[in-house]
Structure formats: structure tokens, C-alpha cells
T-cell receptor, first 117, second 115 residues
Framework: AQTVTQSQPEMSVQEAETVTLSCTYD???????LFWYKQPPSRQMILVIR??????QNATENRFSVNFQKAAKSFSLKISDSQLGDAAMYFC??????????????FGKGTKLTVNP | DTEVTQTPKHLVMGMTNKKSLKCEQH?????MYWYKQKAKKPPELMFV???????INESVPSRFSPECPNSSLLNLHLHALQPEDSALYLC??????????????FGSGTRLTVV
């Protein structure tokens, strides 16, 4: 079974600075998707960025980028020019294929990001 | 419409009550999910419906009963719940495995309190 590990329960960053959130995963699959989701206090899970395992290029979305190291099974999220609105719980997730073609997301335990003004 | 809509947003129910949570999406997604999330924890999968058929049931107690009337609707029927069932219940949907995959779209959840 796939597992996702986020080793940093909490992180903090100064506004306008850069922060990196860590995520490692374990899988025997060769083709898969990885995601970072953000959950602010409003509680809705919002997709931040996704990475397809077969793509070498690291995904970027504006101020958000990932460092995907497939051999090391590492998928870290870098937030540049941090803003107060970035404060949230961040979950790393792996898309797992089940028998019969069903799928589910396997989540890490989350990293709570605080942005200090 | 790029949203997953969940109703109600908040629900307080007694242990003898019967209630239902509703989830709706109009994005043409063919897979829908119920997750349970306790405070400061990641979401835990409860049920997966794929093409309106239950495809994953993660050994959830029978006091939770899912229903998928059509490809746009997903209900979660609640009966005789326990206080420990108090949590945020998240619905999500995703397209099937054709073309590019963009992950789940989540609703904003129903905050359930069992008294």
C-alpha cells in the first residue's frame, strides 16, 4: 500500500519570504500523480499543484513550485513571496489505483503553515 | 460550473436521529467520494462511487449509508450515530481516467456534531 509522509507538523515563514514543505512517499507503481492541497480555516480543500510522475519537469503554478525527485520518492513544495493568505494546512497526496480501476487519494498528515507579517 | 456543493454546511443531531448529507456536482465527473476528517488530521476515505456504483467501502460502520442516485448526486445517510462520529464530512469528485487528470474537486464540507 502506498504511504505519504510529511515530516513537518508545523512551519512558519515571514511574509514575502520563501518556505519549503517536505513530502516523501512510498510506492511500487511507476506511473502516478502527486498533489499538494491547501486547507485554510474555511476548511475547503483547494488543489495547489499537481505532478505527473512520468514528467521530468517540475510543476509550477505562479508562486508555487515543486521539487520532484522520483528516484528518492520526494515531492517538496516551495512557496515563494509568501502571503498572509497562504496560511493554511497543506496536505501532500498520492493518487492510488485500486483493483477494478477505482482510485483514491492517500494523504500525508499535513503541515500547518503560519505566515508572519 | 466547477464546484462541488455540499449541504448542509453545519448539522447537529442526536444519537437517535436520522439525517442525510447531500453532495452535488455538475462537472461531468464520474467518480465521487466521501471522506471523514477529524480536527487537525488528514481526510480518511469512507466510500468511492465510480459510474454510480459503489467501488470502495473502507469498512465504515453500517450507521453510515451512502447512496448515489445519479452521476451528479451523492448522499450520505446517517442513523444512530455516536459522539465520536462528530467530524467534517467532505465530498469530492474526479473525472475518470481518460485524458489529463486534475485530481479531486472538493466541497466545503458538512461540519457534523453528534450530541
Amino acid at each position: 500500500a502506498q504511504t505519504v509522509t510529511q515530516s513537518q507538523p508545523e512551519m512558519s515563514v515571514q511574509e514575502a519570504e520563501t518556505v519549503t514543505l517536505s513530502c516523501t512517499y512510498d510506492t511500487s507503481e511507476s506511473d502516478y500523480y502527486l498533489f499538494w492541497y491547501k486547507q485554510p480555516p474555511s476548511r475547503q480543500m483547494i488543489l495547489v499543484i499537481r505532478q505527473e510522475a512520468y514528467k521530468q519537469q517540475n510543476a509550477t503554478e505562479n508562486r508555487f513550485s515543486v521539487n520532484f525527485q522520483k528516484a528518492a520518492k520526494s515531492f517538496s513544495l516551495k512557496i515563494s513571496d509568501s502571503q498572509l493568505g497562504d496560511a493554511a494546512m497543506y496536505f501532500c497526496a498520492y493518487r492510488s489505483h485500486e483493483q477494478g480501476g477505482s482510485e483514491k487519494l492517500v494523504f500525508g498528515k499535513g503541515t500547518k503553515l503560519t505566515v508572519n507579517p | 460550473d466547477t464546484e462541488v456543493t455540499q449541504t448542509p454546511k453545519h448539522l447537529v443531531m442526536g444519537m437517535t436521529n436520522k439525517k442525510s448529507l447531500k453532495c452535488e456536482q455538475h462537472m461531468g465527473h464520474r467518480a465521487m467520494y466521501w471522506y471523514k476528517q477529524k480536527a487537525k488530521k488528514p481526510p480518511e476515505l469512507m466510500f468511492v462511487y465510480s459510474y454510480e456504483k459503489l467501488s470502495i467501502n473502507e469498512s465504515v460502520p453500517s450507521r453510515f449509508s451512502p447512496e448515489c442516485p445519479n452521476s451528479s448526486l451523492l448522499n450520505l445517510h446517517l442513523h444512530a450515530l455516536q459522539p465520536e462520529d462528530s467530524a467534517l464530512y467532505l465530498c469530492a469528485s474526479s473525472q475518470d481516467a481518460t485524458g489529463d487528470y486534475y485530481g479531486y474537486t472538493f466541497g466545503s464540507g458538512t461540519r457534523l456534531t453528534v450530541v
